[in-house]
Nanobody, 122 residues
Framework: VQLQASGGGLVQAGGSLRLSCAAS????????VGWFRQAPGKEREYIAAISRSGVTISYADSVKGRFTISRDNAENTVYLQMNSLKPEDTAVYYC????????????????WGQGTQVTVSS
């Protein structure tokens, strides 16, 4: 499956952005999807994940209550709604797909998109 992340940009602290992860190539509903981010000089970290059906969702503590992950299997797209953004949310955001059930570890994901830059100014 090929993944294309989009929707990043520059926003002021307290603002919102919605990222999209569009999939093509294989039946999207067979994959759990996760969002990760990587800030300069830091390791890539888990943000959120959603199961194949969308019933099971998981968030990192750092974004819980501010970010919402959702999916539309008919549109082959997963979304990440990001509210109350903070400067520390600045990073390149990646979506990834896993043939295994929902997980938080990078090595559980088989396919990765190219990333979209999110910059939050103070």
């Amino acid at each position: 499956v090929q993944l294309q992340a989009s929707g990043g940009g520059l926003v002021q602290a307290g603002g919102s952005l919605r990222l999209s992860c569009a999939a093509s190539g294989r039946t999207f509903s067979r994959f759990a999807v996760g969002w990760f981010r990587q800030a300069p000089g830091k390791e890539r970290e888990y943000i959120a994940a959603i199961s194949r059906s969308g019933v099971t969702i998981s968030y990192a503590d750092s974004v819980k209550g501010r970010f919402t992950i959702s999916r539309d299997n008919a549109e082959n797209t997963v979304y990440l709604q990001m509210n109350s953004l903070k400067p520390e949310d600045t990073a390149v955001y990646y979506c990834a797909a896993a043939e295994a059930p929902l997980g938080r570890s990078l090595d559980q994901y088989d396919y990765w998109g190219q990333g979209t830059q999110v910059t939050v100014s103070s």
